[in-house]
């Protein structure tokens, strides 16, 4: 039987391509199994725990967090197949997206349509006069249709509704 290869944190992170506080961060949020330490007081990690690094890297990509994964890996330690809570969550990280995109969307066309209108606006300025353009936008703003039920962009947050 071959001996477990025990790596320094050190190690695990080069092979992740993270820090080492990141592996130590991710050890504290039960990420990753608690490392054995050596007689000198070192972590003293599996080859398992660079692929696990890798996995929450990969996880957090898609819009998991931390916690959500940190719970998810405490039932599979139990031996529970978390699968369906997994493929629930990455369909609201989805979800989520899509309505990030939508609002997006909006911003962009608001914008181009804003852009158009002060292409006009400066065209029918003189020289060196202002234009008043923020003026204009917030006098857009205030005949925008009011009411729904979607959340402010960011862009307009502050105003009233």
Known sequence: MEPVQRLHIGDVARRAQVSPDTVRHY??????????????GYRLFDAEAGRRVRMVQ????????????????RERARGRAPCHRVRALAGEKLRA?????????????????????????????????????LESF??????????????????LRGVPP
């Open 97 to 133: 997206l899509e309505a990030e995109m939508a609002r997006l969307t909006e911003l962009h066309n608001a914008l181009v349509s804003t852009l158009a209108d002060w292409d006009e606006q400066l065209s029918r300025t003189p020289p060196g006069h202002a234009a008043g353009l």
């Open 58 to 73: 990969a996880a957090l990509s898609l819009g998991f967090s931390l916690d959500e994964l940190a719970s998810v890996l």
């Open 138 to 155: 917030a006098e857009r703003l205030s005949r925008a249709p009011r009411g729904g039920t979607r959340r402010p962009s960011p862009h």
């Open 27 to 40: 050890e504290r949020k039960g990420l990753l199994p608690r490392a054995p330490r050596s007689p000198g």
